[in-house]
């Protein structure tokens, strides 16, 4: 797995705007960095030869360890403005904790095209309900209780793991859909995402330790350079992005980031299917 110096500076100044990129959309809509982080992380391990058995999990394990500090810095911009719900966290948070727990387990064993699916297709649900869903919409005008409120936790914990991304991804939409507003959910959803990143990334430590085909440097599916790099523009940008968010129109973003998506998934089903 050798490479020029060249390459590795080029790779250096990619992730460096990965990095960028990431903090400002998890500060701005609340979706975690990791739906940025993970697929341009992919396709470049897939240009390092990092072998398809483990490409998917370092990308997922990687950007799980971004998403602490990302999601730390967003929360204190957030709280500033009063739009992080703290009694929702203490409600969600240990069943979110738990599908964490469970979602990193079943990564750890999952092969990488598995995993890749997964996220291909959540992504693509993703890009769909932001190129087209409003926030008009709803399931109810309040959120559930007892079974379904932990069923629901659980299940945002157990799949943001699995892709490696932070719970606002899936928690800012399902919010809506239950009529919180949409301000309050970006907010509290940088919170989750810092609950999901720190077993998360512990989770992929422990499922990657001494695997075979590991990129250089890398502590289990944690690649500690890419995320040494990507770490100093997220956090810079990501207090950034939630000041922007209590002041922009975010339709035409919105927008934007689902065409990426959708370019992002139909690229890895391609690439499952070839």
Same mark, same amino acid.
């Given at each position: 797995?050798?490479?020029?110096?060249?390459?590795?500076?080029?790779?250096?100044?990619? @992730?460096?705007?990965?990095?960028?990129?990431?903090?400002?959309?998890? #500060?701005?809509?609340?979706?975690?960095?990791?739906? !940025?982080? !993970?697929? !341009?992380?992919?396709?470049?391990?897939?240009?390092?030869?990092?072998?398809?058995?483990?490409?998917?999990?370092?990308?997922?394990?990687?950007?799980?360890?971004?998403? %602490? =500090?990302?999601?730390?810095?967003?929360?204190?911009?957030?709280?500033?403005?009063?739009?992080? *719900?703290?009694?929702?966290?203490?409600?969600?948070?240990?069943?979110?904790?738990?599908?964490?727990?469970?979602?990193?387990?079943?990564?750890?064993?999952?092969?990488?095209?598995?995993?890749?699916?997964?996220?291909?297709?959540?992504?693509?649900?993703? /890009?769909?309900?932001?190129?087209?869903?409003?926030?008009?919409?709803? %399931?109810?005008? *309040?959120?559930?209780?007892?079974?379904?409120?932990?069923?629901?936790?659980?299940?945002?914990?157990?799949?943001?793991?699995?892709?490696?991304?932070?719970?606002?991804?899936?928690?800012?939409?399902?919010?809506?859909?239950?009529?919180?507003?949409?301000?309050?959910?970006? #907010?509290?959803?940088? /919170?989750?995402?810092?609950?999901? #990143?720190?077993?998360? /990334?512990?989770?992929?430590?422990?499922?990657?330790?001494?695997?075979?085909?590991?990129?250089?440097?890398?502590?289990?599916?944690?690649?500690?350079?890419?995320?040494?790099?990507?770490?100093?523009?997220?956090?810079?940008?990501?207090?950034?992005?939630?000041?922007? =968010?209590?002041? @922009?129109?975010?339709?035409?973003?919105?927008?934007?980031?689902?065409?990426?998506?959708?370019?992002?998934?139909?690229? @890895?089903?391609?690439?499952?299917?070839?």
């Amino acid at each position: 797995m050798a490479v020029s110096p060249e390459y590795l500076a080029i790779l250096a100044v990619v @992730m460096l705007a990965v990095g960028a990129v990431a903090g400002l959309i998890a #500060g701005l809509l609340g979706v975690g960095g990791g739906i !940025v982080i !993970v697929p !341009v992380l992919f396709h470049v391990l897939t240009e390092l030869g990092v072998p398809e058995d483990v490409r998917m999990h370092v990308a997922v394990g990687t950007s799980l360890a971004t998403i %602490i =500090a990302t999601s730390a810095k967003s929360i204190g911009a957030h709280r500033k403005r009063g739009a992080v *719900d703290d009694a929702l966290l203490k409600s969600w948070g240990p069943a979110i904790f738990v599908g964490v727990i469970v979602g990193t387990a079943v990564a750890g064993y999952v092969k990488g095209p598995e995993l890749s699916a997964v996220f291909a297709t959540i992504a693509t649900v993703v /890009a769909l309900h932001m190129a087209f869903g409003k926030e008009s919409w709803r %399931i109810a005008n *309040d959120l559930p209780r007892g079974v379904g409120k932990h069923t629901l936790a659980g299940f945002i914990g157990a799949v943001s793991a699995m892709m490696g991304i932070g719970g606002g991804t899936l928690s800012v939409p399902i919010l809506s859909l239950y009529g919180y507003p949409i301000i309050r959910a970006v #907010g509290t959803a940088a /919170a989750i995402g810092f609950i999901i #990143g720190i077993p998360g /990334a512990l989770g992929f430590i422990l499922t990657g330790w001494g695997k075979a085909g590991l990129p250089p440097y890398s502590l289990g599916y944690i690649n500690i350079p890419a995320t040494l790099l990507i770490l100093p523009t997220s956090m810079w940008l990501a207090p950034v992005g939630a000041k922007l =968010a209590h002041t @922009m129109n975010r339709t035409w973003l919105r927008r934007a980031f689902a065409l990426f998506l959708a370019i992002t998934a139909v690229r @890895m089903f391609y690439g499952l299917l070839t």
